[in-house]
């Protein structure tokens, strides 16, 4: 069994391949599962990725399902353009889970420093148990962060949206246990086994389109904690802080008072890949001021139901 | 770039995941941030050297005890490949995530500490290796530097280690003596053991060869998912899945089991458009010739090579719940896409994972246990033995009240 047929190369399957093919599996099958999933949509890469890979899942039908945005009210305005405009060429369903209005209604409280990112979780499990969504698809990769390292593809959660790292269900081979009682619910991740650069490879070979704001531009910025932070309607500089204009990008959409963005001159997406391959510094690292936290946050803010 | 997947097994602190991180790090995988990170938590905690396991130890629990409770997924590549990698937790009480990350590997490095030999737990991983039949094995002999990089040491529990696997079902087994502390032997051959003149275990990863082991013979094709567009699409009704094993062609003729009905593959469909060869794993989209009724669970196969369609099983079972799995007990089984409820039958053995000896006939079989079973299922599953097909040859089985996941089985020859 171990000579090197034409046969067996001539059915190799590059790796973008498999994780196409595996991403579009898990799909299929949570869908053919779970009675009520819903797809979560920001416009970040990941999620676009993974609304793509719903398309080709389904195709030519429709997407069976909607699409959820948890609205920070702390959005790139490009990136709510780009997320109206994809909903109204699929024609799917958006729901729209505004923290804003929680915030009004008393439902949750602003966080001292200003960050949604925590209050954002008791809004999204609202938004899903008002709509009776019983799973969520995520673009959560395993490469992004620690804890995320240790989530099953089908992660299960209870009644409250919570994720118990130590008592996760053991998940073997391709055999997915999607089964709840009603209250509880699935976080699906198609994209587990992607890493950022597979994520751009594959948005490059399919000619996947994004947000601008992925793509190096000239852009007003500032520098705060030692990271680039462009000037927009949530984000201004202090009275003390410097302007100036640097070509810059961003790796990740976060909320937009706290995602920075990197020096970057790559404008396309294969300049995107060549960056990425070179890069030494992860894209949570780069970004992100909130998962400077502490060690475990975002352990513990997945423990209390965000993805 | 083919994709490696692999999984580390061993005891408790034979030092798996510190095998892991020293992989990624002297292969230049690990991001500065990262490293930081890690590099911030030993020296907090006072530790000598930065402890390379934090980087796959990641939750606050794994922190607090030093040990692994859940598989960490890390990705790391070379020129030569993309890997994947599982690494498990040796504590027999967190064996069900051990099966969890051996499940899909390609390849499992099963650890053993040079100073203490083959213990239990390192057989009972050994077991469950074989058991499924992940088809290559780097057994490590690690911590070679707390015994002075001894020659001796590494032949004894090379040999101890053959005389127990002769009684498993190991293809291919390479050994390699490291340090995971030291980093001897991990990305680049050691000098402080000449006398072993293998390849380092990066050298080893990056070269087995591993396309030979899928299946391209039997045509296996489980229906995922029926697609049938209402809007304005005429009647297109095709069905959607992921080729497990064989190569799938528009004109081929098929059967769909378990009903038996004949038709031909009218076309192999993608988003990107039409295919003129369906293989694993590729997930496509097949139209048939004829009105069959066809739906999820059923299973496109060729007529002239046929799985077993039968309600009765006969597997070999790993359970992973603490309430034991009983004769006469009901479960839910899914087996590829098709979801039943199974009867279990008669429980004929538990193997005792140290001896390797049969138990007959026990009652029940407790958590961690490994036996062999038999069973009735309510509906017919299409089944190939696992050994041949390692898909159409699994099952899982799910307690009905918990839901939760209790049981892994693999099929024997019938
Ligand atoms: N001297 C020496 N110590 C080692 C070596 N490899 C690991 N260790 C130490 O052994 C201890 C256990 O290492 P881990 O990597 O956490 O062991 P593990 O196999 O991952 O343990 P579990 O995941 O809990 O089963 C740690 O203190 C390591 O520093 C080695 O090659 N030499
Ligand atoms: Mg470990």
């Known amino acids: 069994m171990t000579t090197d047929t034409s046969e067996t190369r001539r059915y190799g399957l590059s790796q973008l391949d498999h994780l196409e093919a595996e991403a579009i599996y898990i799909i299929r099958e949570l869908v053919a599962e779970n009675e009520r999933p819903a797809l979560l949509f920001s416009g970040g890469k990941d999620s676009v990725v993974m609304l793509n890979l719903a398309v080709r899942a389904f195709a030519p ?11 920070t009210g702390h959005n790139f305005d490009e990136v709510l353009a780009f997320r109206d405009r994809v909903v109204e060429q699929l024609g799917v369903r958006l729901i729209v889970g505004s923290v804003q209005e929680a915030i009004d209604e008393g439902f949750v409280r602003e966080e001292p420093n200003g960050s949604r990112n925590r209050i954002q979780t008791p809004v999204l499990i609202r938004t899903a148990e008002q709509h009776g969504l019983s799973a969520l698809f995520g673009g959560a990769r395993r ?22 790292p130590k008592n996760q269900r053991p998940e073997l081979w391709s055999l997915y246990n999607g089964r709840i009682h009603p209250g509880e619910s699935i976080r699906c991740f198609p994209l587990s086994n992607w890493t950022e650069l597979d994520i751009w490879q594959y948005i490059a070979r399919e000619d996947i389109e994004l947000p601008d704001i992925y793509y190096a531009r000239e852009r007003e910025v500032f520098l705060r904690d030692g990271m680039y932070f462009t000037i927009n309607q949530h984000c201004r500089p202090g009275d003390d802080d410097e302007v100036f204009v640097e070509s810059v990008r961003y790796r990740t959409v976060g909320d937009a008072t706290l995602t920075a963005a990197v020096p970057s001159t790559a404008t396309t997406p294969a300049e995107v890949v060549d960056e990425v391959a070179a890069t030494r510094i992860t894209e949570r690292g780069a970004t992100r001021g909130d998962d400077k936290v502490s060690e475990a946050a975002m352990e513990d803010r997945k423990k209390e139901g965000y993805f | 770039m083919d994709i490696l997947r692999f999984a580390t097994a061993g005891s408790v602190d034979d030092g798996k995941s510190t095998l892991i991180g020293r992989l990624l790090f002297d292969s230049k995988s690990i991001f500065t941030d990262q490293l930081e990170a890690v590099e911030a938590t030993s020296a907090q905690r006072g530790d000598e050297y930065t402890d390379l396991a934090l980087l796959t130890d990641g939750l606050r629990a794994e922190r607090e005890q030093g040990i692994t409770i859940d598989v960490a997924y890390r990705y790391f590549s070379t020129p030569k490949r993309k890997f994947i990698i599982a690494d498990t937790p040796g504590h027999i009480q967190y064996t069900r995530n051990m099966v969890t990350g051996a499940s899909t590997a390609d390849l499992a490095i099963i650890l053993v500490d040079a100073r203490k030999g083959l213990q239990e737990q390192s057989r009972r991983h050994a077991t469950l290796v074989s058991l499924l039949r992940v088809p290559h094995i780097v057994l490590a002999i690690n911590k070679m530097d707390l015994v002075d990089w001894s020659e001796d040491v590494y032949r004894e529990i090379s040999e101890e280690f053959v005389d127990f696997a002769a009684r498993l079902e190991f293809t291919d087994v390479t050994t390699i003596p490291l340090s995971a502390l030291t980093g001897d032997n991990v990305v680049s051959r050691s000098a402080n053991m000449d006398w072993f003149e293998g390849p380092s275990l990066l050298h080893h990863l ?28 005429g009647d297109y009704r095709a069905f ?25 593959v009218k076309a192999i469909d993608t988003a990107k458009g039409e295919l003129a060869e369906a293989f ?120 009905e009240a918990t839901n939760r996941t209790v049981g892994a089985g693999t099929i024997t020859e019938h």
Request: proline share 8%; charged share 25%; net charge neutral.
């Open chain 1, 143 to 164: 490469d992004e962060e620690k804890a995320r390292a240790k989530e099953r593809v089908f992660s299960f959660r209870d009644d409250f949206g919570q994720w118990d």
């Open chain 2, 280 to 399: 694993s794993p590729m997930s496509v989209t097949v139209r048939l010739e004829d009105e069959v009724d066809v739906s999820r669970g059923d299973m496109i196969v060729r007529p002239n090579n046929q799985p077993t369609v039968t309600q009765d099983l006969d597997a070999m079972i790993c359970w992973m719940d603490s309430e034991p799995m009983r004769v006469g007990a009901k479960y839910a089984i899914k087996h590829t896409t098709r979801s039943a409820r199974a009867l279990i039958k008669e429980i004929k053995y538990e193997l005792d994972v140290n001896t390797l000896h049969r138990h007959r006939s026990p009652s029940d079989l407790p958590l961690n246990a490994i036996g062999r079973v038999t069973l009735r299922t309510t509906q017919p599953l299409m089944v190939d033995p696992y050994q041949r097909n390692r898909q159409a040859g699994s099952f899982i089985l799910i307690d």
């Open chain 1, 61 to 71: 039908g429709p997407i069976p399902f909607p699409v959820v945005h948890i609205d």
């Open chain 2, 206 to 233: 990056e070269n087995v060869y591993i396309a030979s082991d899928r299946n391209l013979v039997d045509v296996r094709f489980p229906v995922q998912y029926v697609i049938r567009p209402q809007n304005g699409q």
């Open chain 2, 240 to 264: 959607a899945g992921q080729v497990i094993s064989g190569v799938l062609r528009p004109g081929d003729d098929v059967i769909v089991l378990p009903s038996g009905l004949p038709s031909r």
